[in-house]
T-cell receptor, first 113, second 115 residues
Framework: AQSVTQPDIHITVSEGASLELRCNYS??????LFWYVQSPGQGLQLLLK??????LVQGIKGFEAEFKRSQSSFNLRKPSVHWSDAAEYFC???????????FGAGTRLTVKP | EPEVTQTPSHQVTQMGQEVILRCVPI?????FYWYRQILGQKVEFLVS????????KSEIFDDQFSVERPDGSNFTLKIRSTKLEDSAMYFC?????????????FGPGTRLTVL
């Protein structure tokens, strides 16, 4: 069955530390891949997306993600986390001919001072 | 920068009542979507809409739900007879093109509470 998995429900990191949020997908073909961020009381903001080409994609706010086909993964990274990065992060996938975007369950990021 | 807007930000209603959630998509976008997020759960696709027709819908989008584009700017989601389990955050989104490869821009959401 098609699915998107974010194994970590909640992650806590110290400000200035590096961050990696995991995302795995299970689809018949390589889907389009997205990372969204949701701050409290806010909507979903797109951080970055992968369609094809270079497997390391750069996004806004200093985030990057790497697509690894062999692992069916699209992990989000940031070298140095800021307190303002505290939010909920969602991995999402979509197929080329389908408007139905599927989201992972989300990972809540807490940033310690 | 253009953005998707949604009203109201929070709606409280009694079980069995009808509610209409409103969205104003980005003005030159042609494809519109509704998603919902039950508290603590993942964001779930409800429906997509193009050219005054539903193009796709999920199993969640049953006969209690309907969507409409009543004029050139608004896109609405109606729930005819709300149930307790309809309590959720409802997100509207729009995109300029169809297909999974095209970015969907999300509104801030409407929190629906059914009592």
């Amino acid at each position: 069955a098609q699915s998107v998995t974010q194994p970590d429900i909640h992650i806590t990191v110290s400000e200035g530390a590096s961050l990696e949020l995991r995302c795995n997908y299970s689809y018949g073909a390589t889907p389009y891949l997205f990372w969204y961020v949701q701050s409290p009381g806010q909507g979903l903001q797109l951080l970055l997306k992968y369609f094809s080409g270079d497997t390391l994609v750069q996004g806004i706010k200093g985030f990057e993600a790497e697509f690894k086909r062999s692992q069916s993964s699209f992990n989000l990274r940031k070298p140095s986390v800021h307190w303002s990065d505290a939010a909920e992060y969602f991995c999402a996938v979509a197929l080329y001919n389908n408007n139905d975007m599927r989201f992972g369950a989300g990972t809540r990021l807490t940033v310690k001072p | 920068e253009p953005e998707v807007t949604q009203t109201p930000s929070h709606q409280v209603t009694q079980m069995g009542q009808e509610v209409i959630l409103r969205c104003v998509p980005i003005s030159n976008h042609l494809y519109f979507y509704w998603y919902r997020q039950i508290l603590g759960q993942k964001v779930e696709f409800l429906v997509s809409f193009y050219n005054n027709e539903i193009s796709e819908k999920s199993e969640i989008f049953d006969d209690q739900f309907s969507v409409e584009r009543p004029d050139g700017s608004n896109f609405t989601l109606k729930i005819r007879s709300t149930k307790l389990e309809d309590s959720a955050m409802y997100f509207c989104a729009s995109s300029s093109l169809a297909g999974g490869g095209n970015e969907q821009f999300f509104g801030p959401g409407t929190r629906l509470t059914v009592l």
